[in-house]
């Protein structure tokens, strides 16, 4: 158990629905990175927080949103879904800015239909 | 974008035998990290390789970093069953500023066959 927390685990929704991802991170950290899994285009960095602020963009979509609250989960929200943003999405955690290990949840899968 | 590649994208073995991924990466990077994907689930951290280190071991994985050439390759040794998952290589590059993000490499498939 890595101590990071990912509800839902499955999604299964309709193309132009929004959808809300939850990532509670370990106790103490204050990072949290959102990831994007899928089988063509492998694992892709999203965004990072940092106690509270946004730090870091990667290949988010316009659609797509997110935001760390003052107890330090995250939340990923994805509008105007596709079928291409079915995938699996997750969230790791870090202590802080340093060069350490990241620390996964066991992904949150999400279906559009 | 992935900043790094791997080789072989699969590998098969029988249970016993070492296993060697590779993992060539693009730009300058503080450190190396590989992790552990069983099949739809979190990743798991496995090493962590710095910048000015060579070889780092733990238990049955000896990592390699070769920076002149932007590579570095995973062996795993007396391999099992269990070891059976998908391994990625990350990077954390310097031009990354405080985000320290990791990016990822497109994984191999090891399979072990019993």
């Known amino acids: 158990d890595s101590g990071v927390t990912q509800t839902p685990k499955h999604l299964i929704t309709a193309t132009g629905q929004r959808v809300t991802l939850r990532c509670s991170p370990r106790s103490g950290d204050l990072s949290v990175y959102w990831y994007q899994q899928s089988l063509d285009q492998g694992l892709q960095f999203l965004i990072q927080?940092?106690?509270?602020?946004?730090?870091a963009k990667g290949n988010i979509l316009e659609r797509f949103s997110a935001q760390q609250f003052p107890d330090l989960h995250s939340e990923l929200n994805l509008s105007s879904l596709e079928l291409g943003d079915s995938a699996l999405y997750f969230c790791?955690?870090?202590?802080?800015?340093?060069?350490?290990?990241?620390?996964f949840g066991q992904g949150t899968r999400l279906t559009v239909v | 974008s992935q900043q790094g590649e791997e080789d072989p994208q699969a590998l098969s073995i029988q249970e016993g035998e070492n296993a060697t991924m590779n993992c060539s990466y693009k730009?300058?990077?503080?450190?190396l990290q590989w992790y552990r994907q069983n099949s739809g689930r979190g990743l798991v951290h496995l090493i962590l390789?710095?910048?000015?280190?060579r070889e780092k071991h733990s238990g049955r994985l000896r990592v390699t970093l070769d920076t002149s050439k932007k590579s570095s390759s995973l062996l795993i040794t007396a391999s099992r069953a269990a070891d059976t998952a998908s391994y990625f290589c990350a990077t954390v590059a310097i031009s990354s500023g405080s985000a320290r993000q990791l990016t990822f490499g497109s994984g191999t498939q090891l399979t072990v066959l019993p």
């Open positions: 390789i710095r910048s000015n280190e």
């Open positions: 927080y940092y106690n509270g602020e946004e730090r």
């Open positions: 790791a955690s870090r202590t802080g800015l340093e060069d350490t290990e990241a620390f």
């Open positions: 730009t300058s990077i503080n450190n």
